[in-house]
């Protein structure tokens, strides 16, 4: 058993896999959290019963491998890590101490198929082909969480060689297989054009074709040295050997714990974490107590998200308020979906602090197929929460970068599990699984009207809330004012006022502030691209000066606080103040800031050019000095 490259063909086209930069977004901090989100993913899609467990095990410090250990598991790779041009930065020597991350996953059905299986054969769910012999093709259908067929590629890139091996256990057939990949680019070595992938089994004597190891005594010293719990339970472990250092045991249980808490408070899922000196098992008895071990500026919102996920999952199904169906080809939003029986109801609800379950029919139209009714469901809670931003939750895995218009002051999860719209969201899915996308490959054309869906699911929250708040006496015409959607599309044009974020919904003796009318002598009106300003319900004072914040929202922090001129810079293209106003006088615009004196009642401040793609954060207030 050795690892094998195959040599290249004359005219064969030179490779360089850029998969796993898929997973380099924005949304995703750090390798340990992409590696979490698709790895657990992953052991869902394959699970055999109720439960879910995966355990993951840092091999550090004093279970590092030493090179007489991990002699027999290299052999035949090293000449192909250090040769030029293959990919690698900072390759480890053959001598160096190999740090390693097992990841396993219980209750699952293993890599089943034919492993003799040379090309993709359609229809045929051959797992253990698609994870190892295929590239951008999966085996998985509506029923699973996964659709590009790419989420193993967090293993290898979370590898400093680039590699890692998958040892199985088949449920259908007990068969043990054991084998490993490499990805690295196209290389030239020793006057030979070498293919990327590298393979290590049993190579076969007639062809270049590699097969996994099935021999007891090699798979039983391979799980000793690599310190595997597996041993007859149906399942995969796979392991990273050469970690990268940025995967720590810290990240690893926060990605776990801000990706998963719903499956895991549901119990369909628990993790156990486990490296030199510790071990953790996060389930839903101990989900709320691992929190305390997290870092102080993570403990409060998760502490406050998981609450109301764990009164989602026992109480929301005692009161839900059913909206009327919408059955309109193009979804689009009407406040008429709220049944006018109980509008009243639910606003005192939402009013009084209390957390409201909404069940939200809609008809979904796959091409080529009948329409069929599905739904999702949408919670909420008045809490003071200040940023106000929408959780999704699609089949137990949370998008985490959604771009949807928020509801300061209110917390809520929408959560999406019915098969025909989860289906389509996750048809709609980038490959990371971050974003809803209305030109991804997987669901463009694939739906009448797809784009609408996605709208109406992410602006589900934020229309629920303002159409409750358009039919209350006591409205407050600044909701929405400080944080606004681009684009615009239906909602362009609607005046809202100003209410900055530091200044959001709060608790007041232990109560939950409810929605009132907070006048002011200016008010923010979305336009397409940007903002203005004009006069609100109070009179302004004469001379008045205005200052104004302005930034592109962030996934965590104080957007106003991280700006960056990177983003933007006020009067520098395409960022344009000038032609449209009226009343003002601009005293200084530089950055993100803006100081505007009033020199009319009748004023009006234009600001447009942002990216249309990001959520901008806005804030004004009344200045005295400068």
Same mark, same amino acid.
């Given at each position: ?167 199985? =256990? ?245 959560? =999406? ?43 589900? =929250? ?165």
């Amino acid at each position: 058993m050795k690892w094998s490259f195959r040599k290249q063909n004359p005219g064969e086209i030179t490779r360089d896999p850029i998969i796993g930069e898929f997973f380099s977004t924005e949304a995703i901090e750090n390798p340990a959290e992409a590696l979490v989100r698709e790895g657990i993913q992953n052991a869902l899609d394959a699970r055999r019963g109720e439960e879910v467990r995966v355990r993951i095990f840092l091999g550090t410090e004093s279970h590092a491998l030493k090179s007489a250990q991990t002699s027999l598991w290299f052999n035949g790779i090293w000449d192909h890590l250090h040769t030029k041009g293959n990919g690698l930065r900072e390759v480890p020597a053959s001598s160096d101490l190999c740090s390693y991350l097992v990841f396993e996953d219980f209750g699952t059905t293993g890599l089943q198929g034919d492993i003799h299986q040379p090309f993709d054969e359609p229809g045929n769910k051959n797992s253990f082909f698609y994870f190892f012999r295929a590239e951008g093709r999966s085996a998985k259908g509506e029923k699973d969480r996964g659709r590009w067929g790419i989420g193993k590629h967090v293993f290898p890139r979370s590898s400093r060689i680039s590699t890692y091996f998958g040892f199985t =256990v088949r449920a259908d057939d007990g068969l043990k297989l054991l084998m490993g990949h490499s990805i690295l680019k196209s290389h030239k070595m020793d006057g030979s054009n070498y293919a990327p992938d590298g393979y290590f089994g049993e190579q076969n004597r007639d062809s270049a074709f590699v097969l996994p190891i099935t021999d007891a005594k090699a798979l039983d010293h391979f799980r000793k040295d690599f310190h595997l719990s597996r041993k007859e339970e149906p399942g995969l472990s796979i392991t990273v050997p050469f970690l990268d250092s940025e995967i720590t045991v810290q990240h690893i249980k926060h990605a776990v714990i801000s990706g998963y808490f719903y499956p895991i408070l549901n119990g369909e899922l628990m993790v156990d974490i486990e490296a030199a000196n510790q071990t953790s098992r996060i389930d839903m008895t101990t989900l709320m107590s691992e929190i305390v071990a997290l870092e102080a500026n993570e403990k409060s919102e998760l502490n406050s998200l998981i609450g109301f996920a764990d009164w989602i999952i026992h109480n929301s199904a005692q009161k839900e308020y059913v909206l009327n169906p919408c059955t309109l080809e193009a979804p689009i939003w009407s406040s008429d979906l709220i049944p006018q029986e109980v509008f009243e109801d639910i606003r005192h609800d939402l009013d009084n602090g209390k957390s409201i379950a909404f069940h939200v029919g809609l008809k979904v139209h796959q091409k080529g197929k009948k329409p069929v009714m599905s739904y999702f469901n949408v919670y909420l809670r008045q809490d003071g929460f200040k940023s106000g931003r929408p959780v999704f939750i699609r089949e137990g895995i949370i998008i985490s970068d959604i771009h949807a218009p928020r509801a300061p002051g209110v917390r809520s999860v929408v959560i =999406v599990e019915d098969k025909p719209l989860a289906t389509l969201l996750g048809d709609s899915e980038n490959p990371a699984h971050t974003q809803w996308q209305k030109d991804s490959s997987n669901f463009k054309n694939k739906y009448a009207n797809g784009k609408n869906y996605i709208e109406f699911v992410t602006r589900s =929250v934020s229309n629920i809330v303002s159409a409750l708040a358009a039919k209350d006496k006591q409205k407050d015409p600044y909701l929405f004012a400080d944080i606004f959607s681009l684009p615009l599309d239906s909602l362009e044009g609607n005046d809202t006022g100003s209410a900055t974020t530091s200044k959001g919904g709060g608790k007041t003796g232990g109560k939950p502030k409810k929605i009132v009318r907070r006048e002011k002598p200016y008010q923010i009106t979305k336009i397409h691209g940007g903002f203005k300003v004009i006069p609100g319900s109070l009179p302004i004072n004469p001379h008045a000066r205005l200052r104004i914040l302005v930034a592109y929202d962030l996934r965590k922090g104080n957007p106003l606080k991280k700006y960056s001129p990177t983003d933007f810079e006020i009067g520098k293209h395409p960022i344009k103040y000038k032609g449209a106003q009226r009343g003002i006088t601009v005293i200084n615009a530089e950055e993100n800031q803006i100081l505007l004196e009033v020199t009319d009642s009748d004023f009006q401040f234009v600001v447009n050019g942002f990216d249309e793609k990001r959520d901008l954060i806005v804030e004004i207030e009344e200045v005295k000095e400068v």
